[in-house]
């Protein structure tokens, strides 16, 4: 039985995408006689504090689901403020380094990316001859913080370039949940071992149960994290609400200027449900007829995981991001897609859907075709061989 380490930000009981990848990663391959651990923060996201469960904890270890789980200790924070972000990604960085120290790191260990700090600091100090490092890159910092305009092209900016070219460069195989990501590495290091590793959702399908549309109101739903990336806030107040009723589902830094938009619009036919389970999500989800996955700002390499999510759901998307998510529902037919950015479009886009077209024929359809496309133990299969 090979030993597998898996380093990472994110981890259940977090929710989010993230966490949800690298759970089916360890899970998958534990399956295939992996023995896996993994080395996580105390769980914190989206919240900015650690969980009840883990408050005055350094170092929390358990195995769930045959999986060995050492969660360290960080300072937790959804603050804005770079210095105290700065300081978050420092201090898990410090507990990798006390972890590394103590410990006997496997040969193979997977390490997440971004962070990128986070990544560094695993990659500089377990780059070995004997040691097989892989890169999951689900996300192409800093590229991605300067389209988002977190970031600005300075002495920082060529600072955080050297780190991301090391660990590229450290790194024996490189997983990309893209193209994008990976044709960018490509043109950095071409003869790096690389694979398209997508974030594929795993769980039961739920059955699609027939419902009569409102010949009137098109039901949109968006269901995830409520950041400054999505600009649900912004979405909110661009819309036009002739034909559509908006529900929203999630948490994140924009909650609050949502709740504050709806409560100042009564009027407006939007919907704010809050946080729920994964599973009550999925059977909440089949009662809308359109899921709307918007970026505020295209971003190179990124793919919202949602689109999977949701196509196999055989929920209709409604795609507003640009790039290959874009390429990804025209392709296969999942829905329709906006130009990135452009609201009036978008409305233009909506005003043209008509309600008789959203049938249970339409929606299998898709849901088939994800089951078929976007399968995650195929995938598994891939990376258990390629480690």
């Not at 789980?69 to 959804?78: F, G």
């Not at 806030?233 to 819309?239: A, E, M, N, P």
Request: with cysteine.
């Amino acid at each position: 039985m090979k030993d597998v380490l898996i380093i990472t930000s994110y981890f259940p009981p977090e929710i989010g995408a993230a966490s949800n990848r690298i759970f089916h990663l360890a899970e998958g391959l534990e399956k295939r006689n992996f023995n896996v651990q993994v080395i996580t923060p105390l769980p914190n996201y989206p919240t900015g504090k650690i969980f009840k469960n883990y408050k005055g904890e350094f170092r929390h270890s358990s195995t769930e689901n045959n999986i060995q789980v050492h969660r360290l200790w960080l300072y937790a924070t959804v603050s804005k403020n770079k210095f105290l972000r700065l300081i978050a990604m420092l201090s898990y960085s410090f507990s990798l380094i006390w972890f590394f120290t103590l410990n006997k790191i496997p040969e193979t260990v997977i390490v997440q990316s971004p962070p990128l700090l986070v990544a560094f600091t695993s990659m500089f100090f377990l780059r070995s001859k004997k040691r097989k490092l892989i890169l999951n890159v689900s996300d192409l910092w800093p590229i991605a913080g300067l389209e988002l305009g977190a970031l600005k092209k300075n002495f920082s900016y060529k600072i955080l370039e050297k780190i991301e070219r090391f660990n590229y460069k450290s790194a024996n195989i490189i997983l990309g949940q893209s193209e994008e990501i990976l044709t960018h590495i490509r043109t950095l290091f071409p003869e790096k071992k690389s694979l398209l590793y997508r974030n594929y959702p795993e769980f039961i399908t739920p059955k699609i149960v027939e419902r009569s549309p409102n010949k009137t109101k098109i039901k949109l739903v968006y269901a995830g994290l409520l950041g400054i990336a999505q600009g649900i806030h912004k979405l909110c107040t661009k819309l036009q609400y002739n034909h559509i009723e908006l529900h929203i589902y999630g948490s994140g830094a924009e909650q609050n200027l949502i709740k504050d938009f709806i409560k100042k619009h009564p009027k407006l036919p939007i919907y704010f449900h809050g946080s729920v389970s994964r599973n009550s999500l999925h059977k909440a989800l089949l009662q809308y007829d359109i899921a709307i996955i918007p970026l505020l700002n295209r971003i190179y390499g990124s793919v919202p995981s949602k689109i999977f999510e949701y196509a196999k759901l055989g929920l209709p998307i409604l795609y507003f991001g640009g790039g290959e998510g874009e390429d990804i529902v025209n392709e296969n037919k999942l829905g329709w897609v906006a130009e990135a950015g452009n609201y009036q479009d978008l409305n233009k886009l909506i005003a043209s859907i008509n309600a008789s077209e959203l049938t249970l024929e339409y929606k299998q359809k898709i849901k088939e075709k994800a089951i078929n496309l976007f399968n995650l133990e195929k995938q598994l299969e891939e990376v258990s061989k390629l480690i």
